[in-house]
Nanobody, 130 residues
Framework: QVQFVESGGNLVQSGGSLRLSCAAS????????TGWFRQAPGKEREGVSC????????YYADSVKGRFTISGDNAKNTVYLQMNSLKPEDTGVYYC???????????????????????WGQGTQVTVSS
């Protein structure tokens, strides 16, 4: 089956850290970009971060800059999201998906629909307690 498999979610206290993994199954990340997204209860899914496997370029939502770090291991076909200084508002289900160009993460870019991303996984739950 062609999809991402996310893991690493957990319950953590405010100020804590988690490392999420996103493993590609049935396709290669080489030549693609991979985005992390999250969805809190009652809210729309939003972009968190994205990495371009071709040159290592990274992008972050303003809400996570300086706290989250995205990285990739092409040999393992896996992308990671290191999350530090977690806040209760970081709570949600975290998903990853693929795109040709990290659409929606570029400064000034508008109108890019996250549902144009491919290979969505089932997500992993992150809960940050206050």
């Amino acid at each position: 089956q062609v999809q991402f498999v996310e893991s690493g979610g957990n319950l953590v206290q405010s100020g804590g850290s988690l490392r999420l993994s996103c493993a590609a199954s049935g396709f290669t990340l080489d030549g693609r970009t991979t985005g992390w997204f999250r969805q809190a209860p009652g809210k729309e899914r939003e972009g968190v971060s994205c990495i371009d496997s071709s040159d290592g370029s990274t992008y972050y939502a303003d809400s996570v800059k300086g706290r989250f770090t995205i990285s990739g291991d092409n040999a393992k076909n896996t992308v990671y999201l290191q999350m530090n200084s977690l806040k209760p508002e970081d709570t949600g289900v975290y998903y990853c998906a693929a795109d040709p160009r990290c659409g929606g993460f570029h400064r000034g870019e508008v109108g890019y629909d996250i549902w144009w991303y491919d290979y969505w996984g089932q997500g992993t739950q992150v809960t940050v307690s206050s």
